[in-house]
């Protein structure tokens, strides 16, 4: 069964910094490629970042744009482990981030249904 825990959510002031990490198990996690998304509360859930599965021929990784030049996304096959480094966070990254594992390997326009239970992560004054 896969499963995916996130961890490394909390209250930050605007302009901080955050790294969220994602630990994975119950499937081979090098072939997968990982994906971040967020939700607030009354909203879609949206894509936030995307990398791919080692070894894939396309591009690795992909930033919505809001989150473009401010969020990097980065895996480490050996850990199974997934992050997200949040800097220069703005008050409307405020959200829940759930981590998402799609066996598909590299982007595809819809996420997997394997996430993870989400952590919070509040930016404010």
């Known amino acids: 069964q896969v499963q995916l825990v996130e961890s490394g959510g909390g209250l930050v002031q605007p302009g901080g910094s955050l790294r969220l990490s994602c630990v994975a198990s119950g499937f081979t996690f090098s072939t997968y490629a990982m994906n971040w998304y967020r939700q607030v509360t009354g909203k879609e859930r949206e894509f936030v970042a995307h990398?791919?599965?080692?070894?894939?021929?396309?591009?690795?990784?992909k930033y919505a744009d809001s989150v473009k030049g401010r969020f990097t996304i980065s895996r480490d096959n050996v850990k199974n482990t997934v992050y997200l480094q949040m800097n220069s966070l703005k008050p409307e990254d405020t959200a829940v981030y759930y981590c998402?594992?799609?066996?598909?390997?590299?982007?595809?326009?819809?996420?997997?249904?394997?996430w993870g239970q989400g952590t919070q992560v509040t930016v404010s004054s």
């Open positions: 990398i791919d599965s080692a070894g894939s021929a396309s591009d690795s990784t």
């Open positions: 998402n594992a799609d066996p598909l390997g590299s982007w595809y326009h819809e996420p997997s249904d394997y």
